[in-house]
């Protein structure tokens, strides 16, 4: 699947996707499910299986760029300087947390949400 539309807000990246479905993801979002392998261990070592993000930025985190990577991928500088993740559509779309992809059983199966 990949993306016919994306836009990025301050705190927001919106995607269209080819089959018309659209995303909405959160900078904070995006940043905890980084599928970088530090982040990865991070997850893996913590109790809840989340990252945490410095609190204690001047502002809230944004991203400060991001770019293609190839015609696959997505890669983010978000504003706490971290930049080493590379999102791929695919991984970007099972991240989707609207109520249609919640309700697709196999999606919610598989989904890598924590609260």
């Known amino acids: ?5 994306i836009t990025r807000e301050n705190y927001l990246l919106k995607i269209e996707w080819t089959d018309g479905h659209q995303s909405e993801l959160t900078v904070s979002y995006l940043r905890r499910k980084c599928p ?20 204690h930025l001047p502002e809230p985190i944004h991203f400060k760029s991001y770019q293609r ?17 590379i999102f791929t559509f695919e991984y970007l779309r099972k991240l ?9 059983p196999s999606r919610v199966k598989n989904l890598p949400f924590h609260h």
Request: net charge negative; glycine share 8%; proline share 4%.
């Open 1 to 5: 699947m990949n993306p016919k539309q």
């Open 36 to 55: 970088c392998a530090q982040c990865k261990q991070q997850r893996a070592q913590s109790k809840d299986g989340t990252i945490e993000i410095d609190e």
């Open 69 to 85: 990577v190839g015609h696959y991928a997505l890669q983010f500088e978000f504003s706490d300087g971290h930049k080493d993740g």
């Open 96 to 104: 989707c947390i609207c109520p249609q992809c919640h309700s697709e």
